[in-house]
T-cell receptor
Framework: DVKVTQSSRYLVKRTGEKVFLECVQD?????MFWYRQDPGLGLRLIYF???????EKGDIPEGYSVSREKKERFSLILESASTNQTSMYLC??????????????FGPGTRLTVL | GESVGLHLPTLSVQEGDNSIINCAYS??????FIWYKQESGKGPQFIID?????DKRQGQRVTVLLNKTVKHLSLQIAATQPGDSAVYFC????????????FGKGTTLSVSS
Protein backbone atom coordinates (compact mmCIF):
# COMPACT_ATOMS: atom_id res chain seq x y z
CA ASP A 1 0.00 0.00 0.00
CA VAL A 2 1.09 3.52 -0.76
CA LYS A 3 1.94 5.47 2.32
CA VAL A 4 2.20 9.22 2.50
CA THR A 5 3.13 10.64 5.87
CA GLN A 6 3.18 14.19 7.13
CA SER A 7 5.41 15.31 9.96
CA SER A 8 2.69 16.75 12.18
CA ARG A 9 -1.08 16.33 12.53
CA TYR A 10 -1.51 19.59 14.42
CA LEU A 11 0.73 22.64 14.53
CA VAL A 12 0.36 26.02 16.20
CA LYS A 13 2.68 28.86 15.19
CA ARG A 14 2.89 32.59 15.70
CA THR A 15 2.63 35.28 13.04
CA GLY A 16 6.00 35.87 11.41
CA GLU A 17 7.47 32.49 12.25
CA LYS A 18 9.06 30.33 9.59
CA VAL A 19 7.16 27.07 9.29
CA PHE A 20 8.25 23.80 7.72
CA LEU A 21 5.74 21.11 6.76
CA GLU A 22 7.31 17.82 5.77
CA CYS A 23 5.88 15.10 3.58
CA VAL A 24 7.37 11.69 2.86
CA GLN A 25 6.13 8.97 0.51
CA ASP A 26 7.43 5.42 0.37
CA UNK A 27 6.36 4.35 -3.12
CA UNK A 28 9.10 5.96 -5.23
CA UNK A 29 6.56 8.31 -6.83
CA UNK A 30 7.86 10.98 -9.15
CA UNK A 31 5.13 13.52 -8.49
CA MET A 32 4.37 15.23 -5.22
CA PHE A 33 1.85 17.93 -4.38
CA TRP A 34 0.89 20.34 -1.63
CA TYR A 35 -2.71 21.49 -1.21
CA ARG A 36 -4.54 23.53 1.35
CA GLN A 37 -8.11 22.78 2.27
CA ASP A 38 -10.48 25.39 3.60
CA PRO A 39 -14.23 25.25 4.32
CA GLY A 40 -16.25 26.26 1.30
CA LEU A 41 -13.18 26.43 -0.93
CA GLY A 42 -12.26 22.77 -1.27
CA LEU A 43 -8.70 21.74 -2.07
CA ARG A 44 -6.43 24.29 -3.72
CA LEU A 45 -3.04 23.46 -5.19
CA ILE A 46 -0.11 25.39 -3.77
CA TYR A 47 2.94 23.79 -5.41
CA PHE A 48 3.84 20.54 -7.09
CA UNK A 49 6.98 18.77 -8.18
CA UNK A 50 7.63 16.28 -11.00
CA UNK A 51 11.14 15.38 -9.99
CA UNK A 52 13.93 16.02 -7.53
CA UNK A 53 14.89 19.71 -7.37
CA UNK A 54 12.01 20.57 -9.66
CA UNK A 55 8.98 22.63 -8.64
CA GLU A 56 5.99 24.25 -10.27
CA LYS A 57 3.57 26.83 -8.90
CA GLY A 58 0.00 25.79 -8.40
CA ASP A 59 -3.02 28.04 -8.05
CA ILE A 60 -2.05 29.81 -4.81
CA PRO A 61 1.75 29.84 -4.36
CA GLU A 62 1.97 33.28 -2.76
CA GLY A 63 3.48 33.17 0.71
CA TYR A 64 4.81 29.64 0.23
CA SER A 65 7.91 27.96 -1.09
CA VAL A 66 8.87 24.30 -1.47
CA SER A 67 11.91 22.09 -1.47
CA ARG A 68 12.48 18.67 -3.06
CA GLU A 69 16.03 17.56 -2.37
CA LYS A 70 15.17 13.86 -2.32
CA LYS A 71 12.60 11.96 -4.33
CA GLU A 72 10.65 10.75 -1.32
CA ARG A 73 10.45 14.08 0.50
CA PHE A 74 8.60 17.28 -0.38
CA SER A 75 8.67 20.18 2.05
CA LEU A 76 6.33 23.16 2.20
CA ILE A 77 7.78 26.32 3.72
CA LEU A 78 5.93 29.32 5.04
CA GLU A 79 8.65 31.98 5.11
CA SER A 80 6.70 34.28 7.45
CA ALA A 81 3.48 32.74 8.66
CA SER A 82 0.33 34.85 8.61
CA THR A 83 -3.10 34.25 10.13
CA ASN A 84 -4.66 33.74 6.69
CA GLN A 85 -2.43 30.68 6.30
CA THR A 86 -4.36 28.91 9.06
CA SER A 87 -5.65 25.86 7.21
CA MET A 88 -5.48 22.11 6.68
CA TYR A 89 -2.46 21.24 4.54
CA LEU A 90 -2.53 18.04 2.50
CA CYS A 91 0.37 16.38 0.74
CA UNK A 92 -0.12 13.92 -2.11
CA UNK A 93 2.01 11.83 -4.44
CA UNK A 94 1.47 10.04 -7.73
CA UNK A 95 3.36 8.14 -10.36
CA UNK A 96 2.40 8.71 -14.00
CA UNK A 97 1.96 5.54 -15.98
CA UNK A 98 1.12 3.29 -13.07
CA UNK A 99 -1.85 1.40 -14.54
CA UNK A 100 -2.26 4.38 -16.87
CA UNK A 101 -3.68 6.51 -14.09
CA UNK A 102 -2.57 9.65 -12.34
CA UNK A 103 -4.18 8.81 -9.04
CA UNK A 104 -2.91 10.94 -6.22
CA UNK A 105 -2.48 9.38 -2.79
CA PHE A 106 -2.92 11.71 0.13
CA GLY A 107 -1.35 12.00 3.54
CA PRO A 108 -3.46 12.50 6.68
CA GLY A 109 -3.07 16.27 6.65
CA THR A 110 -1.53 18.88 8.96
CA ARG A 111 -3.87 21.31 10.62
CA LEU A 112 -1.90 24.53 11.02
CA THR A 113 -3.07 27.37 13.21
CA VAL A 114 -1.27 30.70 13.01
CA LEU A 115 -1.92 32.99 15.97
CA GLY B 1 -13.36 29.86 -16.69
CA GLU B 2 -12.38 26.42 -15.63
CA SER B 3 -14.17 24.93 -12.72
CA VAL B 4 -15.15 21.69 -11.18
CA GLY B 5 -18.16 21.75 -8.98
CA LEU B 6 -20.68 19.61 -7.23
CA HIS B 7 -24.38 20.32 -7.54
CA LEU B 8 -25.23 19.95 -3.86
CA PRO B 9 -23.08 20.68 -0.82
CA THR B 10 -24.95 18.15 1.32
CA LEU B 11 -26.88 14.94 0.76
CA SER B 12 -28.78 13.01 3.42
CA VAL B 13 -29.93 9.44 2.83
CA GLN B 14 -31.23 6.48 4.79
CA GLU B 15 -29.12 3.39 5.29
CA GLY B 16 -29.72 0.96 2.46
CA ASP B 17 -30.73 3.61 -0.05
CA ASN B 18 -28.73 4.26 -3.19
CA SER B 19 -26.87 7.59 -3.23
CA ILE B 20 -26.07 9.71 -6.24
CA ILE B 21 -23.53 12.51 -5.97
CA ASN B 22 -23.18 14.80 -8.95
CA CYS B 23 -20.38 16.90 -10.33
CA ALA B 24 -20.16 19.34 -13.23
CA TYR B 25 -16.96 20.29 -14.99
CA SER B 26 -16.41 22.95 -17.58
CA UNK B 27 -13.18 22.07 -19.37
CA UNK B 28 -13.72 19.76 -22.31
CA UNK B 29 -9.95 19.15 -22.49
CA UNK B 30 -10.01 17.12 -19.27
CA UNK B 31 -9.32 13.47 -19.93
CA UNK B 32 -9.25 11.91 -16.50
CA PHE B 33 -11.58 12.13 -13.52
CA ILE B 34 -11.36 10.83 -9.97
CA TRP B 35 -13.73 10.55 -7.04
CA TYR B 36 -12.27 10.88 -3.56
CA LYS B 37 -13.80 10.23 -0.15
CA GLN B 38 -12.65 12.21 2.84
CA GLU B 39 -13.64 11.17 6.34
CA SER B 40 -13.40 13.57 9.22
CA GLY B 41 -9.80 14.16 10.28
CA LYS B 42 -8.31 12.20 7.39
CA GLY B 43 -6.87 12.94 4.00
CA PRO B 44 -8.86 12.20 0.81
CA GLN B 45 -8.90 8.57 -0.26
CA PHE B 46 -9.20 7.37 -3.82
CA ILE B 47 -12.53 5.69 -4.62
CA ILE B 48 -12.76 5.27 -8.36
CA ASP B 49 -11.53 6.90 -11.55
CA UNK B 50 -12.62 7.12 -15.17
CA UNK B 51 -10.97 8.20 -18.41
CA UNK B 52 -12.74 10.37 -20.92
CA UNK B 53 -12.94 7.51 -23.43
CA UNK B 54 -15.32 5.69 -21.08
CA ASP B 55 -18.94 6.37 -20.09
CA LYS B 56 -19.18 4.12 -17.07
CA ARG B 57 -16.95 2.32 -14.65
CA GLN B 58 -17.95 0.09 -11.77
CA GLY B 59 -16.23 -0.74 -8.55
CA GLN B 60 -17.32 -2.38 -5.38
CA ARG B 61 -20.72 -0.81 -4.59
CA VAL B 62 -19.72 2.31 -6.53
CA THR B 63 -20.30 3.33 -10.12
CA VAL B 64 -19.02 6.42 -11.88
CA LEU B 65 -20.85 7.78 -14.91
CA LEU B 66 -19.37 10.29 -17.30
CA ASN B 67 -21.47 12.32 -19.71
CA LYS B 68 -19.09 14.32 -21.85
CA THR B 69 -21.89 15.94 -23.83
CA VAL B 70 -23.08 17.91 -20.82
CA LYS B 71 -19.78 17.71 -18.90
CA HIS B 72 -21.30 15.85 -16.01
CA LEU B 73 -19.86 13.25 -13.67
CA SER B 74 -21.73 11.26 -11.07
CA LEU B 75 -20.90 8.82 -8.32
CA GLN B 76 -23.47 6.21 -7.42
CA ILE B 77 -23.18 4.33 -4.14
CA ALA B 78 -25.35 1.24 -3.83
CA ALA B 79 -26.89 0.22 -0.49
CA THR B 80 -25.41 3.18 1.34
CA GLN B 81 -24.02 2.40 4.78
CA PRO B 82 -23.27 4.62 7.78
CA GLY B 83 -19.56 4.14 7.03
CA ASP B 84 -20.11 5.93 3.73
CA SER B 85 -20.74 9.18 5.57
CA ALA B 86 -17.99 11.54 4.43
CA VAL B 87 -17.21 14.39 2.09
CA TYR B 88 -16.93 13.33 -1.54
CA PHE B 89 -14.81 15.25 -4.03
CA CYS B 90 -14.66 14.98 -7.76
CA UNK B 91 -11.46 15.98 -9.48
CA UNK B 92 -10.31 16.38 -13.06
CA UNK B 93 -6.97 16.52 -14.75
CA UNK B 94 -6.51 19.38 -17.16
CA UNK B 95 -3.92 18.71 -19.80
CA UNK B 96 -2.47 22.19 -19.50
CA UNK B 97 -1.96 21.61 -15.78
CA UNK B 98 -0.11 18.36 -16.27
CA UNK B 99 -0.99 15.88 -13.58
CA UNK B 100 -2.23 18.46 -11.11
CA UNK B 101 -5.85 17.84 -10.23
CA UNK B 102 -8.57 20.44 -10.07
CA PHE B 103 -10.98 19.68 -7.25
CA GLY B 104 -14.61 20.46 -6.68
CA LYS B 105 -15.69 21.86 -3.32
CA GLY B 106 -17.15 18.60 -2.06
CA THR B 107 -20.51 17.10 -1.13
CA THR B 108 -21.11 15.98 2.43
CA LEU B 109 -22.97 12.67 2.50
CA SER B 110 -24.83 11.87 5.72
CA VAL B 111 -26.24 8.39 6.18
CA SER B 112 -28.77 7.79 8.91
CA SER B 113 -29.76 4.41 10.31
Amino acid sequence: DVKVTQSSRYLVKRTGEKVFLECVQDMDHENMFWYRQDPGLGLRLIYFSYDVKMKEKGDIPEGYSVSREKKERFSLILESASTNQTSMYLCASSSPGQGDTDTQYFGPGTRLTVL
Amino acid sequence: GESVGLHLPTLSVQEGDNSIINCAYSNSASDYFIWYKQESGKGPQFIIDIRSNMDKRQGQRVTVLLNKTVKHLSLQIAATQPGDSAVYFCAEILRQAGTALIFGKGTTLSVSS
